[in-house]
């Protein structure tokens, strides 16, 4: 599956943005979906998480309550608001597809190496 990330820009603290991730090539609901972020020198970090079906989402606690995580399996895409943005927030964000088949309650990992695939990445800049 390939994975198209968009959505980043330059906000004032405090703001607002919604980052989409388009996926082609592959069956959608199949993927538990994931977006990370990174920060130069920095390892990158899980975000937030959805299950394939959309039911189940899981965040790192440095976001949970501000971000949301949803998708839309018939438009192959997940996104994720993200409000009152912060500076510490800036960074590469990266969307990631785990393959986890037809598994009915799928984990949804936290961690890199348990997703497959990979976007590009887009950047997020939050001014103080």
């Known amino acids: 599956v390939q994975l198209q990330a968009s959505g980043g820009g330059l906000v004032q603290t405090g703001g607002s943005l919604r980052l989409s991730c388009a996926a082609s090539?592959?069956?959608?609901?199949?993927?538990?979906m994931g977006w990370f972020r990174q920060t130069q020198g920095k390892e990158r970090e899980f975000v937030a998480g959805?299950?394939?079906?959309?039911?189940?989402?899981i965040y790192s606690d440095s976001v949970k309550g501000r971000f949301t995580i949803s998708r839309d399996n018939a438009k192959n895409t997940v996104w994720m608001q993200m409000n009152d943005l912060k500076p510490e927030d800036t960074a590469i964000y990266y969307c990631?597809?785990?393959?986890?088949?037809?598994?009915?309650?799928?984990?949804?990992?936290?961690?890199?190496?348990?997703?497959?695939?990979w976007g590009q990445g887009t950047l997020v800049t939050v001014s103080s």
């Open positions: 959805i299950s394939r079906s959309g039911s189940n989402t």
């Open positions: 990631a597809a785990d393959e986890v088949g037809a598994v009915l309650i799928p984990r949804i990992p936290r961690t890199r190496a348990e997703y497959d695939y």
């Open positions: 090539g592959g069956t959608f609901s199949r993927y538990n």
